[in-house]
């Protein structure tokens, strides 16, 4: 069967690999836990500063967000879904994207930025969190469909941090991060400006 056509390349591809795996007994909550560990690992590399550290720990990032849509296609794939595997997934995307910013901001507090690096790094993650608390509420209320972040032929807008390699290879995590630290607010504001009026439509 051929995928929609505005379904993300990153769960064609991992479609493509785990149909396989089908029924080897992977569960997406296994993979959900090598999402998270990958993530965590990501945000400790990055927390640690310097060229090399900052390059692996993009790298474990972009595995851990290819793994990220990877449970999600499994999950769908065998009809192993649950809602603890739903929360489960959830609070690992908060938690590995809201620790990637402060990883960011902590290993940058020996740049030019010096310790305004960790403020910005946090604002940057808490906006996020705040995104992902109100993409679930909306969720809940209108589907998963009508609540998916914007998207054109199969990108979507948090697939940016695919980049994340290039970035840092390119040692432009310092502009990255003043970047998120803008865009992130301003994203939260558009998607705070959906939940309220979704709140108002239902009251």
């Not at 998207?151 to 390699?165: K, Q, S, T």
Request: charged share 15%.
């Amino acid at each position: 069967m051929n995928p929609a056509p505005d379904k993300p390349w990153d769960a064609r591809l991992a479609e493509r690999l785990l149909r396989p795996w089908r029924d080897s007994g992977l569960t997406p909550n296994h993979l959900t836990t090598l999402r998270l560990l990958c993530g965590l690992a990501a945000c400790a590399f990055l927390s640690l500063g310097g060229f090399w550290p900052a390059n692996a720990g993009a790298a474990c990032f972009c595995l851990s967000n290819f793994l990220d849509h990877a449970d999600g296609e499994l999950a769908r794939m065998t009809g192993m879904t649950s809602r603890f595997g739903h929360l489960y997934d959830l609070l690992s995307d908060a938690a590995v994207n809201v620790l990637l910013f402060v990883g960011m901001g902590i290993g940058l507090m020996n740049s030019e930025l010096g310790v305004a690096a960790l403020p910005l790094g946090c604002l940057a993650g808490l906006s996020v969190a705040g995104i992902f608390h109100m993409r679930h509420a909306i969720e809940q209320q209108v589907g998963r469909d009508r609540a998916r972040q914007p998207h054109r032929g199969g990108v979507e807008a948090e697939d940016v941090l695919y980049l994340l390699p290039a970035i840092t290879l390119a040692g432009q995590l310092l502009p990255f991060l003043i970047l998120a630290a803008i865009g992130a607010p301003l994203f939260a504001g558009w998607v705070l400006r959906d939940y309220i009026a979704m709140q108002r439509r239902l009251n």
